[in-house]
């Protein structure tokens, strides 16, 4: 038996959650419910953990699929000529069909894939420390920084004169370039007095499909949420800070 699985918009997904996935890992989880596509996944050193989801139709019950490649699987629908797609789910393959256009693309096993053990539903009762939220014109020119401090590997945050700053460079490295900006002109909650620093390799990673983004922080357990919503579909990344 198969069910029909509903892409209204095939571009949106293949940018907003396709890309995303692929950018942390080869391999991903898709839970499926009559109304929502989620994906919890994590990064190969388990320094970001993403959740996504997003907006579909299904017909069947709710249940998992195992994605073994996630860029071939985004190539496939990029080669169908029509934006809304309609897939069929059998048993360890999806399928397609319209007549012009036909593919079968097989599925793990249940149980190969392991997801990582983020309760995304306790983030909501998380009280953080510092929020903000960024604009994509800023968080580029900060990382256009990025030129000049080639052998640097952290990005800072902290807080100056009721402002937020990102700094990309290594506080524990003499003579290493540095180079900071204003990403935030306001701030909700404490301010960062103690710079908080994560490793701007895996900030690289992030894909930004809105021009704002959310930062949330929470000093006791280490971490910095960015949120990233647009339309139908919400990115959280949860990342680990480093040890000053």
């Not at 709710?62 to 789910?89: G, M, Y």
């Not at 096993?109 to 960024?134: A, R, Y």
């Not at 971490?223 to 919503?229: D, G, H, N, Q």
């Amino acid at each position: 038996m198969s069910n029909n699985f509903i892409i209204k918009n095939k571009k949106d997904f293949i940018n907003g959650i396709l890309t995303p996935i692929s950018n942390l890992s080869d391999t991903c989880i898709l839970k499926l419910n009559s109304n929502k596509l989620s994906s919890t996944l994590a990064s190969t050193d388990a320094t970001i953990v993403l959740n996504c989801f997003t907006a579909i139709e299904y017909d069947g019950e709710e249940t998992v699929i195992n994605i073994p490649d996630v860029k071939k699987f985004s190539r496939l629908l990029q080669c169908l000529p029509k934006n809304e797609v309609t897939l069929k789910l059998g048993s360890n393959v999806i399928t397609y069909n319209d007549g012009d256009y036909k593919f079968s693309f097989y599925l793990l096993e249940d149980g190969i894939l392991k997801q990582p053990s983020l309760n995304v539903d306790k983030l909501k009762d998380i009280n953080f420390d510092t929020t903000f939220t960024v604009s994509d014109k800023k968080l580029s020119a900060l990382l256009k920084g990025s030129m000049f401090t080639t052998e640097s590997s952290k990005l800072y945050f902290y807080c100056e004169g009721g402002k937020v700053f990102g700094e990309l460079g290594d506080r524990n490295k003499h003579n290493c370039n540095q180079f900071s900006c204003e990403i935030a002109n306001q701030f909700n909650g404490n301010s960062i007095d103690k710079a908080i620093p994560i490793s701007y390799d895996s900030f690289k990673l992030l894909v930004f499909t809105n021009p704002e983004i959310i930062f949330s922080i929470n000093n006791e357990l280490g971490i910095v949420v960015c949120k990233i919503s647009k339309e139908n579909t919400t990115l959280i990344y949860v990342i680990s800070s480093l040890i000053n």
